[in-house]
């Protein structure tokens, strides 16, 4: 357990939960410990009303090298080809990161590769520091992304894009990911952590349950029809209507004053 609690640095701000991926010496490379310990937090994190906006970043100068490479060649030299489990809370994890129903934010600062690429592309919303990398090293280890990458990556950044990544094994800098949608913002290094984190905050302050119905019917928006979604705008929408936070925007617009949402 002491290892676990070592991978993740936990830090609360507000309504806003930071999430800090900590190997650093291996570059924030996924190893199994690291994936439990990630999906862990996201399950406290979601059962926890006070997180109203979730930050995942990483510890030093790099977000996720992707896969433990080191690991995964050790349980390989066995006849093991699922990593030793390795694929298996992958899933289980990048399912979690998209499923998680308020608002996340993916800080990157130096390479995001692989794995570490599909871990931003879950989140919400992705905002690099000007030294940021974002490297298909599946391709150069001969495999087609396998956390979710090939789902995620076409949603972002449109299918032709996706497969010049995949295909090419690409490195794109920080201002190539701007201008080709896979990140929304680039900053400098040492000022992109505070201005994602008063980002977060601004999301964090909103009317959560709005966010929740709102972030549901965009991310399934693509699997249904106009009607259909129609209806579920329509659902959605009586039961924001019964949140406190309606209330308290009806009475900030009587008031004339700006809303103070408290997230229910």
């Known amino acids: 357990m002491a290892e676990i609690e070592r991978a993740i640095e936990r830090y609360d701000d507000g309504g806003v939960r930071r999430l800090t991926l900590n190997r650093p010496a291996r570059r924030n490379a996924l190893n199994l410990a690291l994936l439990k310990a990630l999906r862990a937090e996201l399950a406290t994190a979601r059962a926890d009303a006070t997180v ?4 995942l970043t990483g510890a030093g100068p790099g977000f996720c090298a992707g896969a433990d490479v080191k690991e995964w060649s050790e349980t390989a030299a066995s006849g093991d080809v699922e990593g030793g489990g390795w694929i298996a809370e992958a899933h289980a994890l990048i399912g979690a990161l998209h499923a998680f129903p308020r608002p996340t934010v993916a800080v990157i600062r130096g390479a995001a590769a692989g794995a570490g690429v599909d871990l931003a592309l879950a989140c919400d919303f992705r905002i690099a520091a000007d030294d940021a990398r974002f490297i298909c090293a599946y391709t150069r280890m001969a495999y087609p992304p396998d956390m979710g990458g090939t789902w995620l990556l076409p949603r972002v950044i449109g299918i032709e894009a996706a497969k010049r990544f995949a295909f090419t094994g690409a490195a794109w800098t920080a201002e190539e990911a701007l201008a080709r949608g896979l990140v929304g913002e680039v900053h400098p290094v ?3 952590l505070e201005l994602a984190s008063a980002f977060a905050a601004q999301l964090a302050m909103g009317p959560t349950v709005a966010q929740m119905h709102a972030k549901r019917l965009i991310d399934g928006a693509m699997t249904r029809s106009l009607a259909e979604q129609l209806v579920l705008e329509k659902a959605a929408g009586d039961a924001c ?24």
């Open 190 to 192: 040492d000022r992109v």
């Open 52 to 55: 109203r906006c979730l930050v």
């Open 241 to 264: 209507a019964k949140s406190d936070d309606a209330a308290e925007a009806m009475r900030a617009a009587v008031e004339k004053r700006a809303p103070r949402f408290t997230g229910r």
